[in-house]
C-alpha cells in the first residue's frame, strides 16, 4: 500500500474553506486518477490524467480543481464544497501506453472528507 | 456504453467453505476485467484481471476468477473462506474496443465470513 500516498487522511472543512488533497504515487507511473466513493453508490471517477495532461473530466463541478505538476503528483484543490461532496477520496496510478490502457489501476488509502 | 453489475450487496460464508462473488459485465468490445478488495478505512486492493487468455485468472491470496464470454460473468471465487477475507468487493470493466480510460465499477459486494 506505500505505492500510493495520500495526505491527508481525514479532513473536515466547512462550505468556505479552501483545502487541497495531495496524492503521490512511488510506482514510476504515467497515470492518475481521482475518484469519489460516496456510500451505497459505486465509484466515480473524477479526472483522469496522462502524462501530466488531463485527458478525462466526467462532468465534475467547477468546486473541484485538479492539478499534476509531474508524474508523480496529483493535487485535488476544494473550495466552497457543499455537504454533499463528503466522500472518500481515491486516488489511483496506473502505466498506461499507446492508448491501450489494459494496466492495472493501484490506489491509495484515500481522504475521508467531511463538509459541514 | 460499459456496465457491470454485482447482484448481490452481501455474501455470507462459513470459514473453510468456499466462496463466489458474482459479476457481470456489458460492453461492446473485448472486456478487460478486474477485482479489487477494499478493507474498512483503506483503499481498493488489487486481486486479479483477465485481459486475454485463459479464461481461468488466479491472483492474490488465493482468489481466482473464469471469465465466460458466453454468459457475459466474471464470478470471484476462493475454494476455501477465511475470516480475513471479509471486507468490500468490487468487480470493474473496460470497453477494450472503446479505448476509454474510464474503469466502470460496481456498487461492491459485502462479503462476511463467519468462523
Known amino acids: 500500500e506505500t505505492g500510493v500516498t495520500q495526505t491527508p487522511r481525514h479532513l473536515v472543512m466547512g462550505m468556505t474553506n479552501k483545502k487541497s488533497l495531495k496524492c503521490e504515487q512511488h510506482l514510476g507511473h504515467n497515470a492518475m486518477y481521482w475518484y469519489k466513493q460516496s456510500a451505497k453508490k459505486p465509484l466515480e471517477l473524477m479526472f483522469v490524467?496522462?502524462?501530466?495532461?488531463?485527458?478525462e473530466n466526467n462532468s465534475v463541478p467547477s468546486r473541484f480543481s485538479p492539478e499534476c505538476p509531474n508524474s508523480s503528483h496529483l493535487f485535488l484543490h476544494l473550495h466552497t464544497l457543499q455537504p454533499e461532496d463528503s466522500a472518500l477520496y481515491l486516488c489511483a496510478s496506473s502505466q498506461d501506453s499507446s492508448g491501450i490502457w489494459t494496466d492495472t489501476q493501484y490506489f491509495g488509502p484515500g481522504t475521508r472528507l467531511t463538509v459541514l | 456504453a460499459q456496465s457491470v453489475a454485482q447482484p448481490e450487496d452481501q455474501v455470507n460464508v462459513a470459514e473453510g467453505n468456499p466462496l463466489t462473488v458474482k459479476c457481470t459485465y456489458s460492453v461492446s468490445g473485448n472486456p478487460y476485467l478486474f477485482w479489487y478488495v477494499q478493507y474498512p478505512n483503506r483503499g481498493l486492493q488489487f486481486l486479479l484481471k483477465?485481459?486475454?487468455?485463459?479464461?481461468l485468472v488466479k491472483g492474490s491470496y488465493g482468489f481466482e476468477a473464469e471469465f465466460n464470454k458466453s454468459q457475459t460473468s466474471f464470478h470471484l471465487k476462493k475454494p476455501s473462506a477465511l475470516v480475513s477475507d471479509s471486507a468490500l468487493y468490487f468487480c470493474a470493466v473496460r470497453d477494450g474496443g472503446a479505448g476509454s480510460y474510464q474503469l466502470t465499477f460496481g456498487k461492491g459486494t459485502k462479503l462476511s465470513v463467519i468462523p
Open positions: 490524467y496522462s502524462l501530466e495532461e488531463r485527458v
Open positions: 483477465y485481459i486475454t487468455g485463459d479464461n
